[in-house]
């Protein structure tokens, strides 16, 4: 259920983290000390406000895999959430675990492993998908075009996009997941970073970037090349943790997003995420609730921090999906309580976030719409 798909590949041998996680569990955990690849916040990564104020302290990593603790910084501007301190860009790579993202071969090995991992695909993941593209074609009106998925994991979200009538593409950084989707999937998906591959202006009509700006050392700098790769009309949906969430202000230290320090570096409340979009250039910016089970898995992951796909499918032995399935159950028992988050104190976990790129529609977009209006535009003639 760890859903961020902006993960490296990590030389977990070294014989300092050994050491250091030997001493883990007790309240001595040092703080990283800044210049060791490690640098204090000097401004809110999503209005550019200087003024952070302290909020959380000694949040610690809930994979057990980075020492330390962390300290959330607050800005007063927007509410958004920075980790202090943050790491350098030479220093991320060592933050993940080899095993992180979710994905169905997980237990190549064992057999009810696997059936497992598929009974959670088809029972949590394909609806989620399923539910959230035809919010995203509702939304946005678009029923087709050319689609790029940031982050695009296993391939998911490609597989319902394309089903749905977009030319899909995906960008991933893990080399085994990009291997995994071109060879079994059939989808192109490029490996690397928006840093890394180059996408030409304008040739996109939607990107999707699901759990992927909490990562991000620089947010601004992604949304404008989001901005720069869309067409004009074009659409970015992002899906984020939310820091004025109920969960968020009640869980705090203990909230899954924030417990997933230090490869979270930041989150944003919703005015955070608007003013980064407008900033960016977008227009007519929502933040819809994201699914309920969605929400109701980060609460089930803050009390069961062993429900990590990071800690449970990361051993061998079928006991070690029994934390797993504990988390599972609280998703389902939560649900209701997610409801009440989302839809009575619009306070939801997550935010499914979309904008779009001010301009004219193209050709694809136009029959999209058209075909969403023509019920309208034939009763005003
Ligand atoms: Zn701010």
Redesign the pocket.
């Known amino acids: 259920m760890t859903s961020n798909k902006n993960a490296h590949q990590v030389n977990s041998s070294t014989g300092e983290r050994q050491e250091a996680r030997q001493t883990g569990g007790t309240d001595t955990w040092p703080r990283p000390e800044a210049g060791a690849g490690w640098r204090p916040p000097v401004?809110?990564?999503?209005?550019?406000?200087g003024?952070?104020a302290s909020w959380l302290d000694r949040v610690r990593d809930h994979l057990e895999y980075v020492p330390g603790s962390w300290a959330m910084l607050r800005?007063?501007?927007?509410?958004?959430v920075q980790l202090s301190p943050m790491p350098s860009e030479d220093k991320v790579a060592e933050l993940y675990p080899p095993v992180y993202s979710f994905r169905t071969d997980l237990d190549a090995g064992g057999r009810i492993r696997r059936l497992i991992s598929r009974a959670e695909e088809a029972a949590f993941y394909r609806i989620l998908h399923k539910r959230e593209t035809g919010t995203i074609r509702r939304h946005t009106g678009l029923a087709g075009g050319n689609l790029l998925d940031v982050g695009c994991g296993t391939g998911d979200r490609l597989a319902r996009f394309s089903r749905t009538g977009f030319s899909v593409r995906g960008l991933e950084i893990q080399p085994d997941l990009v291997r995994y989707v071109r060879q079994t999937r059939g989808f192109a998906v490029d490996a690397g970073t928006l840093d890394s591959v180059f996408y030409p202006a304008a040739s996109f009509d939607m990107v999707t970037i699901y759990y992927v700006i909490e990562h991000l050392l620089d947010v601004g700098k992604v949304l404008w090349r989001i901005h720069s790769m869309l067409k004009p009309g074009g659409w970015v949906v992002a899906e984020v943790p939310l820091a004025d969430s109920c969960q968020s202000l009640t869980l705090r230290t203990r909230w899954s997003q924030y417990s997933e320090a230090p490869r979270h570096v930041s989150i944003p409340?919703r005015?955070?995420i608007r003013?980064a979009l407008t900033v960016s250039g977008f227009e007519e910016v929502s933040i819809l609730p994201a699914t309920m089970m969605n929400c109701a898995a980060a609460f089930a992951l803050s009390v069961i921090p062993a429900a990590n796909t990071g800690r449970s499918y990361a051993r061998s032995g079928v006991l070690r999906h029994l934390p797993r399935a504990a988390g599972g159950l609280v998703t389902l028992l939560y649900c209701p309580a997610a409801a009440l988050e989302n839809y009575g104190a619009r306070r939801p976990a997550f935010g499914l976030v979309l904008a779009r790129k001010p301009g004219e529609y193209n050709e694809s977009s136009k029959r999209a719409t058209n075909q969403a209006g023509r019920g309208s535009a034939g009763a005003a003639s």
């Open positions: 401004a809110c990564q999503y209005c550019g406000s003024s952070l800005c007063r501007d927007c509410g958004s409340s005015e955070g003013r």
